[in-house]
C-alpha cells in the first residue's frame, strides 16, 4: 500500500529537483493538497530516498566517489613529481640565496631586504 505522500511524488520530484527544502515540501504538500499525516520533512527526506530525487547540483553518493577517487589520484600525482619541482625550481634559488649570504652580498637580518628577496623569489616562482 502506497503512502498519501507517494501519491505526490512526481510533485516531490519536480521541488526537489529546483532546490526546494524537505521541510518546504512537507509544509506545501500539507497546505495545498490537505494530506496531514504522513507528510513530515522525514516522510520527505525517504521519498527522496527511495525514489532517487536530487536537489538540482547536488551528486550521488557514487558520483561523489568517483570524483574523491579521481582527486586522490591527482593528488598522488602531484607528490610524486613534487621532488623534482624541488631539484628543478626551489634548490638552485635556495643556492643562489645562501650564496648571496655568505658572500655578505644580502643581509637577511635587515626586515626590509627579507621582504624584498621574498617578493622577488615569490614572483620568480610564479
Same mark, same amino acid.
Given at each position: 500500500?502506497?503512502?498519501k505522500?507517494? &501519491?505526490? #511524488? ?5 521541488? @526537489? ?10 509544509? %506545501? ?13 522525514r ?13 538540482k ?11 574523491v &577517487?579521481? #582527486? ?5 600525482? @602531484?607528490e ?9 625550481? %626551489?634548490?638552485?634559488?635556495?643556492g ?8 655578505e652580498q ?14 622577488l623569489?615569490y614572483?620568480?616562482?610564479v
Open positions: 500500500m502506497a503512502s505522500l507517494e &501519491v505526490h #511524488a512526481e510533485y516531490v520530484g519536480d521541488v @526537489v529537483a529546483s532546490g526546494v527544502t524537505h521541510s518546504d515540501i512537507a509544509a %506545501n504538500i500539507t497546505s495545498q493538497f490537505g494530506v496531514e499525516k504522513g507528510c513530515s520533512e516522510s520527505v527526506r525517504r521519498l527522496c530516498a527511495k525514489y532517487g530525487f536530487l536537489k547540483g547536488c551528486v550521488s553518493d557514487s558520483q561523489l566517489e568517483i570524483a &577517487v579521481k #582527486a586522490i589520484g591527482e593528488n598522488h600525482m @602531484v610524486r613529481m613534487w621532488p623534482e619541482v624541488n631539484n628543478r625550481v %626551489n634548490y638552485p634559488i635556495k643562489a640565496l645562501i650564496q648571496l649570504v655568505d658572500q644580502v643581509d637577511m637580518e635587515d626586515n626590509i631586504v627579507r621582504h624584498c628577496i621574498s617578493n623569489t614572483a620568480t616562482l
